[in-house]
């Protein structure tokens, strides 16, 4: 049988990664896809640059339009990454009639569901599991391994990049602009790197991973985000010292009258499996009602663990090569006309436990103040650490553990706490989850 021909459009980090991996294991992959498999060409801004894999053989252009328009080529793999010319160049691809391969989290998250219906029209797929926790096929799992299931929530430590620096603060006690140099360095770091450490890029993945969980159209702009650039080295210490981890967490969970979409800093028990998912690893907490909980581990970010995603889905594509469009995996997991309009929660609306660290004055009486105000409003307390001031310093840390609470009823206490002429500084707040 003929070779399928493949172009690519990016030879960074996961562009490069892909190439290594094909040709390293072109035999194996050819006795899984049943067909030769064959980068033709490829393009890159600059083909001065030095690359991480040998290009010996492939046809190389600055031009990305001039790969999507070659009616030589079966597939079109996106490895270039952000919105603009990455949407444009996928979309031409499709309606060239090339199926489309991308790790781009932004792009699906963003542009996902006018992608699927240009696929839909022109009857090509559009395969995206590295654009999700990079070397995890949890978007596998979730689309058809779990298919029984009715899934209830999700918690995903999804972007490697702050986990390398959570973990690398509380390990080394490293500063965190060294701990994303490195990152960058490493090529684990998204272009603008503030996508990583201000929870977008997780947010992106959060957003595919719940439209494939509850069948629900890709809305990024509903997903709460904060990232870990607020987080302290005190923080760090004390979550340690109360017997929990933090870590940045994007969840998804169906709650009586919507759906949570919400990534953010995590304070999660120290002896949960995930907890101790360290450095660049990624991991994705599943329950199911039927399977109960799972979790997925691995590699979230890197050359090659991206890219053993990559020729995951162009293996997936060459098997289904022959198939009626109808009779494929649905990109959502749900069919397109089964897509529920079930409403995403505000995040006023969810409910949590709280990590709260206060600057208080060392003066009697306080704390009299901060309890009364979160009793006022029926916020209870589950654990209290006072810690002695700093020598000079005239406010000394308190630590609290509350008990659940909707989080606008903490908004409202941390704004009277702030007000307090003994409160010293901002309310720190991190949420906690059991994950039980
Ligand atoms: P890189 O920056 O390493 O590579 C991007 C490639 O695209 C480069 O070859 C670059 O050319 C080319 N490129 C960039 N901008 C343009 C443009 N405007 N027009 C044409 N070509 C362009 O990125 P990564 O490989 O790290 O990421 C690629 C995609 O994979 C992104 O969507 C990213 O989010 C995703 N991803 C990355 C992971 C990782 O670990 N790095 C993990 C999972 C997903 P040149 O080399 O000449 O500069
Ligand atoms: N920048 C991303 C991360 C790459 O650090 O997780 C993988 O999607």
């Given at each position: 049988m003929k070779p399928v021909k493949v172009g690519l459009l990016g030879l960074g980090t996961v562009g490069g990664g892909t190439v290594n991996v094909l040709k390293r294991n072109a035999s194996e992959?050819?006795?899984?896809?049943?067909?030769?498999?064959?980068?033709?060409?490829?393009?890159?801004?600059?083909?001065?640059?030095?690359?991480?894999?040998?290009?010996?053989?492939?046809?190389?252009?600055?031009?990305?339009?001039?790969?999507?328009?070659?009616p030589n080529l079966d597939i079109i793999v996106e490895l270039i990454g952000g919105v603009s010319p990455a949407k444009e160049l996928v979309l031409k691809a499709l309606e060239n009639g090339k199926h489309v391969v991308t790790a781009n989290k932004a792009l699906i998250a963003l542009h996902g569901n006018e992608i699927f219906a240009q696929a839909h029209k022109y009857g090509r797929m559009v395969a995206f599991e590295a654009a999700v926790a990079g070397g995890i096929p949890i978007i596998k799992t979730l689309r058809e391994g779990l298919s029984g299931n009715r899934v209830e929530w999700l918690a995903g430590i999804i972007n490697g990049t702050s986990n390398f620096i959570l973990t690398e603060m509380r390990d080394k006690g490293r500063a965190f602009a060294d701990v994303l140099k490195e990152a960058q360095a490493l090529g684990y770091a998204e272009a603008d790197p503030t996508f990583d450490v201000e929870g977008i890029d997780a947010g992106h993945k959060l957003t595919i991973l719940a439209s494939i969980a509850f069948g629900i159209p890709l809305q990024f702009p509903k997903v709460y985000t904060e990232g870990i650039s607020g987080i302290t080295p005190e923080d760090v210490s004390y979550a340690e010292q109360l017997g929990y981890r933090i870590k940045l967490l994007g969840i998804a969970r169906r709650a009586d009258k919507g759906i949570e979409l919400r990534v953010h800093p995590t304070l999660i028990p120290a002896k949960r499996l995930i907890a101790n998912v360290d450095g660049v690893m990624n991991a994705i907490l599943v329950k199911g009602d039927a399977v109960g909980p799972i979790l997925s581990y691995?590699?979230?970010a890197g050359a090659e663990p991206t890219a053993s995603s990559v020729v995951a889905d162009i293996v997936d594509v060459v098997r289904a090569l022959t198939s009626d469009p109808e009779n494929r995996v649905p990109h959502l997991?749900?069919?397109?006309?089964?897509?529920?309009?079930i409403p995403v929660l505000p995040v006023d609306d969810i409910e949590t436990s709280y990590y709260l660290r206060l600057s208080a004055e060392d003066k009697p009486g306080v704390l009299a103040d901060v309890t009364r105000i979160l009793a006022s409003h029926r916020i209870s307390i589950e654990a209290l650490i006072q810690k002695e001031p700093a020598e000079g310093a005239s406010s000394l840390p308190v630590i609290l553990l509350t008990h659940k609470v909707a989080e606008r009823e903490m908004n409202a206490a941390i704004r009277e706490i702030e007000a307090l002429a003994?409160?010293?500084?901002?309310?720190?707040r991190i949420r906690m989850e059991t994950l039980k």
């Open positions: 992959i050819t006795r899984r896809a049943g067909r030769d498999i064959q980068i033709c060409s490829a393009s890159a801004r600059d083909l001065t640059q030095p690359r991480i894999c040998d290009t010996h053989g492939i046809t190389l252009t600055t031009d990305p339009f001039a790969v999507v328009e070659d691995g590699a979230g997991a749900f069919q397109p006309d089964a897509i529920s309009d003994t409160v010293t500084a901002p309310v720190k």
